[in-house]
């Protein structure tokens, strides 16, 4: 018998999606509620890694994920013209030929995951979050109801409620200097997996999200955190893309008013030990957000939900569970989120490929082991 009986899932995106759809599996009863009335995603697309992907097919999505999204076994780095370098073999971690990489649009990852959530059973409240919470799981909603479960927990993102109302002394998300760029465009039937553009001091990437889409990815320099007016973003990135030449380049010419951008600068929080108080834990981005350097922060946020839920089915106590849950996330995540950061700052100071490639290796090859 689980640990807990009753609980309380604050945010409704990857993480808190991923936790709902796993605890109902061992029979807990799960409200998640959602600050926004209409369940929207907003972004373009998403990288998933051989682990995210690992994660995504224990907590049972992996098919629809092939199916609407894109998953490759390779990886192309070229120059910035377009002039292939190397292919990189990447390997999956779930059985021979299994998938190394792959991509998909947010808002069809949001579907996929909002669809497992309503099948398993979860009782979802849209259009409400927190007012206050209590660490013996009492909870005060922003619609005036009140609530006691044996186990809240915060999955509601980067600028989480729960950690400000539950951790005040907790250190804020801070600017990283960067901001990423991203646009979905058509794939070309010749794109077949995802790419690397190098530059001197540049680098932009390409990701198939889809049989007909795929999206560019760029990261810019920005220590002043300007504004980006919506009206301008397709000339301030045309701008940016200007060195590259080859697909960047074809994409660079056709970008106007109407092209599908997305821009935001780049934010990082890790919560030190321990991220619960009582009976409320933080999880996903409300603990450990991240850049997108490694694209392991959904795979993170999947894996949360996983190890809490195979933890809670043990049936210990819930301290224990909560401190088992400390020990096998926090080195992890902390390895992703800084190393994340070490890369963006090489980018930013001109740091070379190898540093990069070498901080880059190590963290895949810690995430690779099992969960």
């Known amino acids: 018998m689980a640990a807990v009986r ?11 999606m991923s936790l709902a759809v796993s605890l109902r599996k061992i029979g807990v009863a799960v409200d998640l509620v959602e600050i926004d009335p209409e369940w929207k995603v907003y972004g373009a697309g998403i990288t998933l890694t051989a682990p995210s992907l690992r994660a995504f097919e224990e907590l049972g999505v992996a098919e629809r994920i092939a199916a609407e999204g894109n998953v ?40 996929i995951l909002s669809d497992a959530v309503r099948a398993e059973g979860a009782n979802v409240r849209l259009g409400v979050t927190v007012e206050t919470v209590a660490t013996d799981g009492n909870v005060t909603l922003t619609d005036g109801s009140h609530g006691t479960y044996d186990f809240v927990i915060g999955a509601d993102g980067l600028h989480s409620q729960v950690r400000t109302l539950v951790f005040p002394d907790a250190p804020e998300p801070r600017m990283t200097g960067q901001g990423c760029w991203r646009v979905v465009v ?34 810019q320099h920005v220590p002043d955190n300007p504004r980006m007016p919506d009206d301008r973003l397709h000339d301030i990135l045309a701008g940016q893309l200007a060195p590259f030449g080859g697909l960047v380049g074809d994409i660079r010419r056709s970008l106007g008013p109407n092209s599908n951008i997305n821009y935001r600068p780049l934010e990082a929080i890790l ?53 088992r849950f400390m020990t096998r996330r926090y080195s992890r995540a902390a390895l992703v989120v800084n190393n994340s ?31």
């Open 72 to 111: 490759t076994h390779s990886l192309k780095v070229c120059d910035a013209n377009g002039l292939a370098l190397s292919v990189m073999p990447m390997r999956g971690l779930t059985g021979p030929g299994s998938p190394g990489n792959g991509g998909i649009l947010r808002p069809v990852l949001h579907s």
């Open 6 to 16: 009753n609980t309380l899932v604050v945010g409704g995106g990857i993480a808190g």
């Open 271 to 323: 919560m030190p030990l321990p991220w619960y108080r009582g009976r409320v834990l933080l999880i996903g981005d409300a603990a450990h957000g991240t850049t997108p350097h490694l694209a392991s922060g959904a795979g993170l946020a999947v894996e949360d939900g996983l190890v809490l839920t195979e933890l809670l089915g043990t049936g210990m106590p819930l301290d224990h569970v909560l401190d």
């Open 341 to 371: 950061l070490k890369i963006g700052e090489l980018e930013m100071n001109h740091g070379s490929a190898e540093e990069q490639t070498k901080l880059m290796a190590a963290a895949m090859a810690a995430i690779a082991a099992p969960m």
């Open 186 to 219: 058509p794939r070309p039937r010749e794109v077949d997996s995802g790419q690397m553009f190098l530059g001197k001091d540049l680098k932009a990437g390409i990701t198939p999200v889809s049989r007909d889409e795929m999206y560019l990815f760029y990261l």
